[in-house]
């Protein structure tokens, strides 16, 4: 699986940006697929991701603020972030859990940073 992020970048506070991630190669039967984001000193966390059900989890922070879609017919995922704030700065990960053939891999895109300043 090889996923390339997008649309990162600067906002001020109260801003909205849309990331974006592309999805190639073993993309059948995922586990999950979603988005991760790392702060500096800080352990990487769950935004948003969406199961192989259907069902989209929400970490508590974003929850109310942030949009999760997937786009199948695009292999494409997609983050909405609106009401951003400082504490949203971040290198945000595309991320996908591969299927019981993969032993349930997980999968990284590059990353892309966000920086919300107040």
């Known amino acids: 699986v090889q996923l390339q992020a997008s649309g990162g970048g600067s906002v001020q506070a109260g801003g909205s940006l849309t990331l974006s991630c592309a999805a190639s190669g073993i993309i059948f039967n995922i586990n999950s697929m979603g988005w991760y984001r790392q702060a500096p000193g800080k352990q990487r966390e769950l935004v948003a991701s969406?199961?192989?059900?259907?069902?989209?989890k929400y970490g508590d922070s974003v929850k109310g603020r942030f949009t999760f879609s997937r786009d199948n017919a695009k292999n494409m995922v997609y983050l909405y972030m609106n009401s951003l704030k400082p504490e949203d700065t971040a290198v945000y990960y595309c991320?996908?859990?591969?299927?019981?053939?993969?032993?349930?891999?997980?999968?990284w895109g590059q990353g892309t940073l966000v920086t919300v300043s107040s």
């Open positions: 991320h996908v859990q591969g299927p019981l053939a993969t032993f349930y891999s997980n999968y």
């Open positions: 969406i199961s192989s059900g259907g069902n989209i």
